[in-house]
């Protein structure tokens, strides 16, 4: 099983990018897949997540700038980021795993993980 997150870069506040995060090994629409983030020094925080029959979480302080979808023909998810602010710097991680209800914002119901992409956010 391998996830692979790309996507990532240096953009200037308020400008947007989209991360992707392509599943081989595995299928994703017999998943829940989520992006977490991490900051050197910090734990680990969920961003957002989708069940395979699509319903989507987000951590508040991401609601309403970004968006989870998936491609299941590509086995591909994605992370679209508008209105970025610097305090969205963060390596982003994506992590696919069969959450129990109540738990999709934590780290360890998910089995398999990304290699993680790096997102700057300059002012």
């Known amino acids: 099983v391998q996830l692979q997150a790309s996507g990532g870069g240096l953009v200037q506040a308020g400008g947007c990018l989209r991360l992707s995060c392509a599943g081989s090994g595995l299928t994703f629409r017999d998943y829940a897949v989520a992006w977490f983030r991490q900051d050197p020094g910090k734990e680990r925080e969920f961003v957002a997540a989708i069940r395979w029959y699509s319903i989507q979480f987000y951590a508040d302080s991401v609601k309403g700038r970004f968006t989870i979808s998936r491609d299941n023909a590509k086995n591909t998810i994605y992370l679209q980021m508008n209105s970025l602010k610097s305090e969205d710097t963060a390596v982003y991680y994506c992590?696919?795993?069969?959450?129990?209800?109540?738990?999709?914002?934590?780290?360890?119901?998910?089995?398999?993980w990304g290699q993680g992409t790096q997102v700057t956010v300059y002012s």
């Open positions: 992590a696919a795993g069969r959450p129990p209800s109540g738990l999709i914002r934590s780290t360890g119901p998910y089995n398999y």
